[in-house]
């Protein structure tokens, strides 16, 4: 009989590594005659460098090499005439300078110590222009930017809100946050001839990076090897290869020998994007019984001069809410200022937490309990796109959690609940992100001794993703967890998706499934029985009596066409309890409860992890991360972890993580539909929310920091 | 980093006489702070001395005071069975200062050493007049939400970050210096200094002094004692304010008080004129108001951190019901 392995909690089968240093990341892998680059960033904001004087550097001890935009060897891939064009900025390619901390130079060194001594000699000559960093003030130069998923979206009437009985019209910012994962930036190249490159990088994909480089450096792109098998956090900052990350491999090229760049923590602010500035305009109307009648979202997003950026900030007001009107609006401003990236839950936490705030100040409005207000407004098919949900269970998320967190203690009137001298306060928000599979291939190799080994081009990120692919395919093949291995991380293995929007498990482990069915059907074929038999197989059997020495199944995977008729989302409900000091305005998060409908959770054990991990994130964005720019300068004033504050341990109150665990019958074969994103969305307001439950200081700019609150 | 000569010290004489030489020179203890402003090219010496082998890392008990050598770490100091017994509010603020690997290696006289964290002086592309004099005060006109609310000048408003300083500011130390002229004894309140025409000297130290130890003389404030320190999270951040409170309370009268705030102005603020308010006073929520109200007689904010002439008065406030005991937790 088949013992369902799926959902058992299995400890991360490299936990052990991580614990014990044994994990390698990027940084650390050893070459001979490794050699180490350091940027020179620039320290005017907009206009040319018009000179670099490098002579200094170049004579400087252990120099290899000094590239600017003046000596800089041509990237092919950032040349007009190029076969695939490069996006974004070309670093070295030309000497226009389009925000602060863009570097003009970089040196290669026999020794780290020695490259940083030579890039602080590099002396930069411009021509300064004027800039604009000010978002507020370039608010109106906002564009509706290209490409059809942007535009203006209205269903029934647009701005219906403001004829509603009672209405909610308010502004809400979410300030630059960084994604600061623990792991910097680190990127190792080395050259073998003129036309075959290895590349030991932070990526959260290594068939893009090894897209990118060969299309930066038109090679064939099996030529490119790329390899990512630990990274140390990237919350969305390696979802592209940067532009550094060519310059690392152009300068390898350049000395013949391996070159390591690894960024410094103050160009973590500038050079591996954020998540963008973003003021939201939300308008709510409802009837006196608190049902909607319109639902507006305007968003104004920062982004880069030189590069567009965009992001669903606005989407979650499309579909969250039963409202036969609703229409959002969406514009980015550019700026002298890097380009941003996506930011784990990407957009849509940004979004939630305006329209999750708007919510509850509507309940308050209404003087109806916010959790009433959503069940009023439950929707039970998504009214965006017209189709049913493949599964929804939000309702019961709103119940689960505020069983758990006692939510039968919250008074409706702010500032009303104490504990002592402290404010009590409890509050909710929600949230979805768009369930998505995409094609991945995996092979399986059998071997003599009834193991199996897997192998995948993923990555993983931090969720445990070989974990969650091992518990997957014992599940498929009816072996213990121990019998099996699992390879990601180097893109020479078979193509998977990069790990992003909460896809892995889905794309990556349906093609595990698939691939493990597979070898089941070949092992019954093989045996003379109908390919879809159902009995225990004795792995190692087969093999010996079919005199074989392994066996070898590929296979690619993804959604069929069924999947075009649903609407596929995960959805959350967090819920938060706080004290807030009315003296000192210091808010104490006592209680965080995330409960979530992600379909099938295959492990519960790292699962909960990644929960944990996300909404420490949301406390961060609630609580503490803002990276802030003086516009006199174009220079952020906190660009280091002593100024800019992510939540430290004793910010963390006990989290739990509360599954529905009821599998998608629609998405794929396992049923999972992924929370990497989901369990941050959705934290900030419900902390937000909380924060006015117990003072009635509604605070639409976050951080919630204390001087907001006295 | 820029290259560097580096001395280690096996005696102080020798290694005052160093560095009163070298105007360039400086003392290396813990370097939890030296290090990184020279990482950060804010300070570039020609020269360090290092002083980590010298005798300054006991805690002595004197006649009038508990001697803390300038090498004890801030950890040592924190835990030390006779500081929490004389002086539990040293031993509240060191504890809500920086991280505990930090204090590990952090010590007294590097703590009175500090420099201020106005990112204006860490960046050395912007101006400021403390790394750079005459290169005008970044802050005054920019981010200045951590800035000074007390004492500032046009040319600096940076506020100094040690919670260790305002605790000894409270407490009346007494800084024991060894110098090319000889050794001298500096009260704490002379120490430091307001930034006023010269914000590029934090304190009164001459030229190759060196601090070897700090006196705390003994003081009635053993109970009644709280250092409350508001930051943006929990642990790891600079005060936004913080206020170091020690009353010498009978039969729910205040016989003495002694109030010092942090985070609001260039060396560590002694509120003397609330602490005469108070003497005498009953323990009462609206006393305590009144004393704060008090201490915040010649304010003044800048753009971003106007929060503070009301969290300032807040934090003291609640320090106060927190050291007399009447606040509920």
Redesign the interface.
Same mark, same amino acid.
Do not use: C, H
């Given at each position: 009989m088949k013992k369902d392995t799926i959902g058992e909690p299995l400890n991360r089968v490299d936990g052990r590594l991580k614990v014990t240093g044994g994990a390698k990341y990027s940084g650390e892998y050893k070459f001979p005659n490794l050699t180490y680059a350091v940027l020179v960033p620039t320290t005017i904001t907009n206009g040319t460098v018009t000179a670099v004087d490098i002579r200094a550097a170049k004579y400087a001890p252990g120099v290899l090499a000094v590239i600017t935009p003046f000596n800089a060897p041509k990237v092919p891939g950032y040349q007009p005439d190029a076969k695939k064009p490069v996006k974004g900025l070309k670093l070295f390619n030309d000497n226009q300078i389009h925000f602060n901390g863009q570097p003009i130079a970089l040196v290669v060194a026999d020794t780290f110590e020695r490259a940083t001594y030579a890039a602080s000699l590099v002396k930069a000559t411009y021509q300064a222009q004027p800039f604009e960093t000010n978002f507020h003030k370039n608010f109106d130069s906002g564009v509706t930017p290209d490409g059809g998923k942007y535009k203006d979206y209205v269903r029934g009437e647009a701005d219906a809100y403001k004829n509603a009985p009672v209405k909610i019209e308010q502004e809400y910012i979410q300030p630059s946050e960084m994604h600061n994962p623990m792991e910097l930036h680190v990127t190792t190249a080395y050259w073998e001839g003129d036309d075959h490159v290895t590349v030991y990088t932070k990526s959260q994909g290594v068939m893009s990076s090894q897209r990118a480089v060969a299309a930066a450096f038109d090679l064939e792109p099996t030529n490119v090897q790329i390899n990512s098998r630990f990274v140390g956090g990237a919350f969305g900052s390696s979802l592209r290869t940067w532009p550094h990350e060519i310059a690392a491999v152009q300068a390898a090229r350049l000395v013949k020998r391996p070159v390591k760049l690894t960024l410094t923590r103050e160009q973590m602010f500038t050079l591996v994007g954020y998540r963008p500035l973003t003021i939201q305009k939300i308008g709510l109307g409802a009837t006196a019984d608190g049902k909607l009648v319109g639902i507006t979202h305007e968003s104004h997003s920062q982004t880069a001069v030189y590069e567009e950026f965009t992001e669903g900030a606005v989407n979650v007001s499309r579909f969250l809410y039963q409202s036969p009107n609703a229409n959002t609006r969406y514009k980015v401003v550019p700026l002298n200022i890097g380009v941003p990236a996506p930011m784990r839950g990407p957009g849509e936490s940004t979004g939630a937490y305006a329209l999750e705030s708007a919510m509850d100040e509507l309940s308050y409005a209404l003087n109806l309990d916010p959790i009433e207000l959503r069940l009023r407004n439950y929707t039970d098919a998504d009214q965006e796109r017209n189709l049913p949900w493949s599964s929804k269970y939000l309702k019961e998320c709103y119940q689960l959690g505020a069983d758990r967190i006692g939510w039968s203690n919250r008074a409706q009137k702010p500032g009303t609940v104490k504990d002592g001298d402290w404010l009590v306060g409890y509050g909710i928000g929600c949230g979805a992100f768009g369930a998505y599979r995409g094609h991945a291939e995996a092979k399986i190799k059998l071997m003599a001794d009834g193991s199996v080994n897997i192998q995948s081009a993923t990555t993983d990120i931090g969720p445990g993703t070989n974990t969650a692919m091992i518990v997957i395919a014992a599940d498929t093949l009816g072996l213990p967890a121990e019998k099996i291995t699992f390879d990601l991380g180097n893109s020479s293995l078979p193509p998977a998706p990069t790990q992003g929007g909460s896809s892995t498990v889905s794309s990556v482990g349906s093609a595990v499934h698939d691939v493990c069915v597979a070898l089941k059907q070949k092992l019954y074929i093989l045996q003379g029985k109908p390919q879809d038999s159902t009995d225990d197989i004795d792995y190692a059997g087969v093999l010996k009596q079919q005199n074989l020495p392994y066996l070898e199944v590929t296979k690619g995977s993804q959604s069929g066409d069924n999947a075009k008729n649903y609407s596929m989302y995960s959805f959350s409900a967090h819920f938060a309890k706080v004290y807030v000091h009315p003296l000192t305005g210091v808010v104490k998060i006592k209680n965080l409860i995330a409960v979530v409908d992600a379909g099938k959770i295959v492990n519960h054990k790292t699962a909960a992890s990644q929960m944990k991990g996300g909404a420490v994130g949301g406390i961060g964005m609630a609580m503490t991360e803002e990276a802030i720019i003086d516009d006199r300068f174009g220079r952020y004033v906190n660009g280091n972890f002593a100024d800019y504050h992510v939540p430290v341990n004793a910010d963390i109150p006990q989290i739990e993580a509360i599954f529905i665990d009821k599998a998608d019958p629609i998405i794929n074969p396992v049923g999972t539909k992924g929370i990497g994103e989901i369990s941050l969305i959705g934290v900030a307001p419900a902390i937000a929310n909380a924060v006015y439950n117990a003072t009635g200081i509604r605070v639409r700019d976050l951080p919630i920091t204390p001087d907001k609150l006295i | 980093?820029?290259?560097f000569q580096y001395n280690k010290a096996n005696e102080s004489l020798s290694a005052v006489k160093l560095a009163a030489k070298d105007p360039n020179a400086h003392f290396l203890a813990g370097g939890t702070n030296l290090i990184d402003l020279m990482k950060m090219?804010v300070v570039i010496p020609s020269k360090l001395i290092d002083i980590n082998h010298l005798p300054f890392s006991k805690i002595e008990k004197m006649p009038h005071a508990l001697r803390v050598g300038a090498l004890v770490t801030n950890s040592d100091v924190a835990e030390n069975d006779l500081i929490k017994s004389h002086f539990p509010l040293l031993s509240l603020a060191i504890n809500a200062g920086a991280s505990p690997q930090l204090r590990n290696m952090a010590t007294v006289g590097g703590n009175l050493m500090q420099r201020t &964290?106005c990112? @204006?002086f $860490?960046?050395t592309?912007?101006p400021c007049n403390k790394r750079s004099p005459g290169s005008g005060c970044?802050a005054l006109?920019?981010?200045n &939400?951590m800035h000074a609310i007390f004492g500032a000048s046009e040319q600096c408003i940076a506020v100094n970050p040690s919670d260790m300083n305002v605790a000894m500011r409270a407490l009346d130390a007494v800084v024991h210096v060894s110098g090319p002229k000889g050794e001298r004894a500096i009260p704490i309140a002379d120490f430091h200094r307001l930034p006023g025409n010269h914000p590029e000297l934090d304190n009164t130290l001459q030229k190759g002094e060196l601090i070897t130890a700090v006196d705390l003389p003994y003081t009635p404030f053993t109970k009644n004692v709280y250092y409350?320190k508001? &930051?943006? &999270?929990?642990? @790891?951040? $600079?005060a936004?304010t913080s206020a170091a409170v020690a009353l010498y309370i009978e039969n729910g009268t205040i016989k003495e008080a002694r109030l010092a705030m942090g985070g609001v102005a260039h060396k560590p603020w002694r509120l003397t004129i609330a602490e005469e308010f108070l003497k005498g006073k009953a323990v009462s929520e609206d006393h305590f108001k009144q004393a704060s109200q008090i201490a915040m007689q010649g304010a003044k904010a800048y753009q971003y951190n106007q $929060? +503070?002439l +009301?969290?300032a008065p807040?934090?003291l406030?609640?320090s106060l019901k927190m050291a007399s005991g009447i606040?509920?937790?």
């Open positions: - | 980093m820029n290259q090219g &964290r990112p @204006y $860490f960046d592309t912007m970044g006109e920019g981010i &939400r409350l508001v &930051r943006d &999270r929990s642990s @790891y951040a $600079f936004l $929060f +503070k +009301k969290l807040n934090t406030v609640q606040a509920s937790s």
